[in-house]
């Protein structure tokens, strides 16, 4: 798969067939028009191109957005490297590209840029200054530019839109196993192993706390999580802590990761956490003798867990 930080810079001369999105998530549902634009672009011996944005449109359009996406973009790029695109081209989303007419946006990007030659689009698909285009609009403009459009049902979008949703609430539910279900993955969290205040350390559980890469990246309900990691290519697990760590008067969140059998120094190293299941939601106990009791509680239902999954 090929990337490209904008549609004027792809350079690919075949004709291709595209799709158009921000796919956050990369789910179940995304897998399935992915699935389709692949198919679709090695019967008609086509490139495979899927155009999608970034920053979010809502983040540039709504300033008061506090929107949180299910993948960081490096994310995005990895899992969609998987589905057997041609290529990727992240468009760089500002004020100015939104004011785009629809005819400007047909013309130099689907047309003159990316050379389309097929179109596979959501029935409900706006597009252009204020999104007043519609499906039947690009059809229109097909005719006139020489490129067919292949309409995604409501049905099947349905089964995107909803996906997302659900994956989105399911997060905010602590319910990783559904979220874990829609994604068709487990869900991950990135970022850089960093200072805490070593209260685990304390009680025996030392942990490491977890810097996301991005402020925008979703994180799942306050409580305890069975998640697993892959250090130094060997795979480990461990019970993640979301939350303020009400029992010692925090108030910043943190996410922090006691991991089972391995005890190595972490410290400003990049780390990606995936999550298995949930245990509790956060807690506040009457002192640490009680949270070290309760965390011991977790550690033997995630070793059960592990332990009957295999």
């Not at 004027?8 to 067939?17: A, G, H, L, M, Q």
């Not at 299910?70 to 969609?80: A, F, Q, V």
């Not at 020489?146 to 399911?170: H, M, N, P, Y």
């Not at 490491?208 to 799942?220: Q, R």
């Amino acid at each position: 798969m090929k990337e490209y930080s904008s549609a004027s810079k792809y350079d690919n001369e075949r004709p291709c067939v595209i799709t158009i999105g921000t796919f956050d998530g990369v789910h179940i549902g995304h897998k399935a028009i992915l699935k389709r634009l692949v198919h679709s672009a090695e019967k008609d011996n086509l490139d495979s191109v899927l155009l999608t944005f970034f920053p979010h449109p809502r983040m540039v359009l709504q300033k008061d957005s506090n929107i949180k996406l299910i993948n960081t973009l490096s994310e995005k790029k990895e899992l969609l490297e998987k589905t057997g695109l041609d290529h990727l081209i992240v468009h760089t989303f500002t004020r100015q590209f939104s004011r785009l007419t629809a005819v400007e946006y047909v013309r130099d990007i689907l047309v003159n840029s990316l050379k389309a030659k097929k179109v596979i689009i959501g029935y409900d698909h706006r597009f252009g200054r204020n999104r007043t285009a519609d499906i039947n609009d690009l059809k229109e403009y097909g005719k006139t530019y020489g490129f067919e459009v292949e309409e995604i049902s409501a049905q099947e979008l349905d089964e995107v839109a909803v996906s997302s949703t659900k994956v989105r609430k399911a997060l905010e539910a602590g319910d990783i196993s559904t979220a874990n279900e829609y994604l068709g993955y487990q869900f991950m969290i990135s970022g850089t192993v960093v200072q805490g205040k070593a209260i685990g350390r304390t009680i025996e559980y030392p942990t490491a706390n977890l810097h996301p890469t991005e402020d925008y990246k979703l994180i799942p309900k306050n409580g305890v999580y069975v998640v697993e990691a892959t250090i130094n290519d060997k795979q480990v697990f461990g019970i993640t802590s979301i939350g303020t760590n009400p029992t010692v008067g925090g108030r910043k969140k943190t996410i922090e990761t006691h991991f089972l059998d391995y005890n190595q120094d972490l410290y400003n190293q990049t780390l990606q956490i995936e999550f298995i299941t949930h245990i509790r939601d956060e807690e506040t106990f009457d002192g640490m003798e009680t949270l070290k009791k309760a965390i011991k509680q977790d550690e033997l239902f995630a070793r059960n867990f592990l332990k009957n999954r295999e």
